[in-house]
């Protein structure tokens, strides 16, 4: 085998031959598989709890289940302009079909439009505790990533505006916020765009939209009308339950829209996941008991930290950032006993771990595991 594969000098050449940014990169750290925890420690996959990626524990809408299995034609390309699926998210947003994007999850808009505006020397804005894609993609083309602090571990506009400057090409909202679970309003928002240079283009990224239900929240594509140079995204990844097919999109002015399908890729939804889409839109009453179950398992989780005297940050999304003075061992103690929570370490929360809203039974199994781990103290 060793004889097959490229001497380590080859390797290293290859490496200097990256672009710069490339070479800065590290990959994006996903949540644990749970196929692979469970060649680990040895049980069936079917033994593990994954709490650690934000999925909905529902599943998808039947009817999105339904329109993959009736997938028949696998051999044609899928339709690469997305007709239907951009018709039905076009009524359903009340937008136009031309202000719409479509990607392989909304991770490729955040792809595409890094790709489109920002080059060697500009720099982006992004906010503490952030999604660590926007970072990621910027460095990938050489530029510099500037993070203000947060305030309450949520955004802190006023200082993400003081980073803004003439080599400042996108400033990322994330709203709510992903992993703390804060949530920006309308007002906050508003001032904040209103005062940005025209050379700045705004990412408003809504992945956990359709969870949200507090007054003041807003729907970021009522201010595309106001604000031309937004991008709202948005996923089918976590509410709608269809993480594992990627697909999401972005809503714009048309002109926006325009340039990202420029260097979207020709077919990057693929035809299981825009059928899936479609029908899943057009059941929104799936998305509703989606959010409930979600609403009754984050109360399910707050009365267990309450009990066991455990501090968390309030969230409004699917997810729950827990504080552990050992956050780190009692993640791989748990990791031990099957369940799979995100230690947050990455994201400059060393001392907390996020855990997503699962099942009523899997977050007792959390709940169950993490009780045994601090009162064992073995997480010491
Ligand atoms: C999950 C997530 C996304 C989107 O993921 P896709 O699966 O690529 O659609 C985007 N932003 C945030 C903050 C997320 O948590």
């Known amino acids: 085998m060793a004889g097959l594969l490229p001497k380590g000098s080859v390797v290293k050449n290859l490496l200097q031959m990256a672009s710069p940014g490339a070479q800065a990169l590290h990959p994006y750290q996903p949540g644990k598989p749970a196929s692979e925890l469970a060649r680990e420690i040895g049980l069936e996959p079917g033994a593990i709890v994954k709490l650690a990626s934000n999925e909905n524990p529902l599943g998808p809408s039947p009817l999105a289940q339904a329109a993959v299995h009736e997938l ?84 802190d506009l006023a200082a993400m ?95 926006l829209a325009e340039l990202l399908n420029r260097v979207r890729p020709p077919f990057n939804v693929n035809a299981a996941a825009q059928a899936a889409a479609v029908a899943a839109v057009k059941d929104q009453a799936h998305v509703q008991r989606s959010v409930s179950a979600n609403r009754l398992g984050m109360k399910q989780l707050i009365d267990a930290f309450e009990q066991l005297g455990l501090d968390y940050l309030p969230s409004v999304g699917n997810f729950l950032c827990v504080r552990l003075d050992n956050a780190k061992t009692v993640n791989a103690a748990l990791l031990q006993r099957g369940v ?38 073995d997480a010491a």
């Open 72 to 155: 028949l034609a696998l051999s044609r390309y899928p339709d690469g302009a997305g007709f239907e699926l951009r018709q039905t998210l076009a009524e359903h947003l009340q937008v136009e079909p031309a202000q719409l994007t479509l990607g392989n999850g909304s991770s490729d808009l955040l792809d595409f439009v890094t790709r489109i505006f920002v080059q060697p020397g500009d720099n982006i804005v992004v906010s503490e505790h952030a999604f660590s894609l926007y970072g990621l993609n910027a460095t990938a083309v050489g530029a510099e990533v500037r993070e203000a602090p947060a305030k309450d571990f949520g955004h």
């Open 161 to 255: 505006a003081a980073l803004v400057d003439e080599r400042t090409r996108l400033v990322f909202i994330t709203n709510p916020n992903n992993p703390t679970g804060t949530w920006l309003a309308e007002d906050s928002i508003r001032a904040f765009l209103a005062q940005l240079p025209e050379h700045v283009i705004a990412i408003l990224d809504e992945a956990y939209f359709e969870y949200v239900d507090q007054d003041g929240y807003p729907d970021g594509t009522r201010l595309l009308a106001d604000f031309p140079r937004l991008l709202v995204t948005r996923t089918f990844s976590k509410a709608y339950g269809l993480a594992a097919l990627r697909v999401g999109y972005g809503v714009s002015s048309t002109e």
């Open 340 to 377: 799979i929570v995100r230690a947050l370490g990455g994201y400059g929360m060393p001392e907390y771990l996020r855990i997503s809203i699962g099942t009523e039974a899997e977050n007792k199994r959390f709940i169950d595991m993490l009780t045994e781990v601090l009162a064992q103290g």
